[in-house]
């Protein structure tokens, strides 16, 4: 079945960048999708990217999407301490253009440091 | 709009005890979903329901029973709970044929069996 791996953390300062990282196992994904998870709390979705585009910006993100190699990443701009959190990869599975569900990697614990 | 509403926020069951989780949404969502997460795995899917009165099996389904009864309410039961349970539980819903925007979670339950 289909695979979302991520790295389980990541620590950086304050103003630097972080980006993280996935790899996903099915070709055929249309939609690719980061959610964030704060402490206690739900997960919500950040962005997402379609198969056809390479790359997506919005404010401080930065979707990047290799299809040959399966991998998507996630670039912040200016990390702030508000950032840490944990940040989900989710690829869309099947091709059924009305259901839709979500393959979930493990999620990456982003922490940052004043 | 609340959007996905769980209840309860906290359990804490014995052994052999049942409980139900409830789920509603309040934004005519066709589908929802029922995940649980523990430390370091990520989100398995348990159950999910692509309509009323459909419900279907996801990853890992034993122990659990679902019903969708209204296309609001996505109750999930918990049959003679076990410490394998014990976890955190998220509900969602999307929208058909509206993959863009993800899914919509709730808050969460943290369930624990001793």
Redesign the interface.
């Given at each position: 079945g289909e695979d979302v791996e991520q790295s389980l953390f990541l620590s950086v300062r304050e103003g630097d960048s972080s980006v993280i990282n996935c790899t996903y196992t099915d070709s055929s994904s249309t939609y690719l999708y980061w959610y964030k998870q704060e402490p206690g709390a739900g997960l919500q979705l950040l962005t997402y990217i379609f198969s056809n585009m390479d790359m997506k910006q919005d404010q401080r993100l930065t979707v990047l999407l290799n299809k040959k190699d399966k991998h998507l990443s996630l670039r912040i701009a200016d990390t702030q301490t508000g950032d840490s959190a944990i940040y989900f990869c989710a690829e869309r599975e099947g091709r059924n253009t009305g259901f839709q569900k979500l393959v979930f990697g493990t999620g990456t614990r982003l922490l940052v440091s004043p | 709009n609340a959007g996905?509403t769980q209840t309860p926020k906290f359990r804490i069951l014995k052994i052999g005890q049942s409980m139900t989780l409830q789920c509603t949404q309040d934004m005519n969502h066709n589908?929802m979903?029922w995940?649980r997460q523990d430390p370091?795995?990520?989100?398995k899917?348990i159950y999910?329901s692509?309509g009323a009165g459909i419900t279907d099996k996801g990853e890992v389904p034993n122990g659990y029973n679902v019903s969708r009864s209204t296309t609001e309410d996505f109750p999930l039961r918990l049959e003679l709970a076990a410490p394998s349970q014990t976890s955190v539980y998220?509900c969602?819903s999307?929208q058909?044929?509206v993959?863009?925007?993800?899914?919509?979670?709730?808050?969460?339950t943290r369930l624990t069996v001793v």
């Open positions: - | 996905v589908y979903y995940y370091g795995m990520g989100l899917l999910y692509v998220f969602a999307s058909s044929g993959a863009n925007y993800g899914y919509t979670f709730g808050s969460g």
